[in-house]
């Protein structure tokens, strides 16, 4: 029998956590970041669909270009330009956002070139890049978004070298994992030091239209003069259902004309299928509607995420409250390990995900990411105590 350790390249030699594993239904899943499925279109995607077969016939059901369906491309420029004049062809249909993050990385990255990320950041991104054999390098994330003199200088550092890095990879709106937003002043600043220094951004935004206090500050995408390159990803998995698979990325035309190959070589197409019944729920009001639901009842689940741990406080933790999306950061207290913790957490009945798996560098055991779109808000109350109780009995061991 081939042992197939020796046969695996370099890139698949790590041992990476599945946070999308199937837990026991006594187990309250605040680790991975599931939709609440009371928001998925059901009824609504299948009538979408019987209408299109109708219309359309099995050439629905065809192969299609990589670059995905026109109309669809077309509203999404429409609704992400703002002010910048976009069209069908600043826009690539792909496979999710994490398909963007991965046809990104093929096209910009040689093994050994520099990224930039947050620290923390989303771990999607972060083995995306690794596999590609990318030098991440990191910048703290503070609750006001990235330390921009932080990165200021370590860009002047590596233009010294000639080493400046392909791109900056942000989620500048409720973050994944720590829930923070980056504030207009920062997002100004980001923008000028990468036009002095003449590197790309690459903002991801799966998140934006879930907004629980005040809608989302303008995009790097909306602010930019077009000084900066800017890559902008999305996907319909937060406001539709993730079983669509359907996700944009928004560039220069030249870059998205470039991508169409390599999306080609990825899966020679995404579904048609899936793609024109996103577009019939754009078109007949469906999204926005769910939208708003999507916004409602997430915003109840952050508040009863908040009241839960009011009621179970732990001395020496603290805990972010995001504006909108599905993720809050749990800061432990000092001397706790985050990856004991999740360990405990999970006999106790609740789990969560440890800070290690969201930083590039080692030695980052000092928090966690609490999911709350999925569990319903007893479920909440319920994780959050198991965690106290966990938690607690942590303390008494430092």
């Known amino acids: 029998m081939i042992q197939w350790n020796s046969f695996y390249a370099a890139r698949a030699q790590g041992d990476y956590q599945n946070l999308v594993s199937t837990l026991a239904d006594s187990i309250v899943q605040m680790a991975g970041g599931f939709p609440d499925e009371r928001v998925f279109p059901g009824a609504e995607a299948l009538e979408a669909m019987q209408s299109l077969y109708e219309q359309a016939g099995p050439a629905l059901m065809q192969y299609a270009g990589p670059i995905g369906y026109e109309p669809l491309r077309q509203w999404v420029a429409e609704r992400a330009g703002g002010s910048t004049a976009l069209s069908a062809d600043h826009v690539l249909l792909t496979h999710g956002a994490q398909q963007g993050i991965d046809l990104i990385a093929r096209m910009l990255l040689d093994p050994g070139d520099t990224v930039i990320v947050e620290a923390p950041t989303f771990h999607g991104a972060l083995w995306v890049f690794q596999s590609h054999g990318a030098r991440i390098l990191s910048v703290p994330l503070e609750q006001d978004g990235m330390d921009v003199s932080c990165l200021k200088q370590m860009l002047a550092d590596l233009a010294r070298t000639n080493q400046l890095p392909k791109f900056i990879y942000t989620i500048p709106t409720f973050h994944n994992p720590t829930g923070y937003t980056t504030s207009l002043e920062r997002r100004v600043a980001m923008l000028e030091i990468c036009s002095t220094f003449g590197v790309p ?47 944009w990325m928004i560039g220069d035309e030249s870059f998205i004309a470039k991508t169409i190959h390599f999306k080609h070589i990825s899966d020679t197409c995404s579904s048609l299928l899936m793609q024109r019944t996103a577009h019939e729920l754009c078109s007949n009001g469906f999204l926005e509607r769910n939208v708003s639901k999507a916004r409602n009842l997430y915003r109840q689940k952050r508040d009863a995420l908040m009241e839960a741990l009011a009621r179970h406080p732990i001395e020496g933790a603290s805990c972010s409250r995001p504006g909108g999306g599905f993720f809050a950061w749990l800061t432990l207290p000092a001397g706790m390990s985050a990856t004991v913790l999740k360990k405990h957490a999970l006999e106790a009945g609740v789990a ?17 990411r609490i999911t709350f779109s999925c569990p319903q808000a007893a479920e909440i109350e319920t994780g959050v105590g198991r965690l106290a109780t966990a938690m607690n009995r942590l303390i008494q061991q430092i």
Do not use: N
């Open 201 to 247: 951004i690459v903002e991801d935004l799966p998140y934006s239209d879930i907004w629980y206090d005040a809608p989302p500050l303008p995009s790097y995408l909306e602010l930019s003069d077009h000084s900066v390159s800017v890559i902008q990803l999305g996907t319909f998995s937060k406001t539709l259902c993730p079983a669509f698979r359907v996700g």
């Open 352 to 368: 969560v995900a440890a800070s290690p798996m969201f930083y590039e560098e080692e030695g980052r055991d000092h928090a966690c």
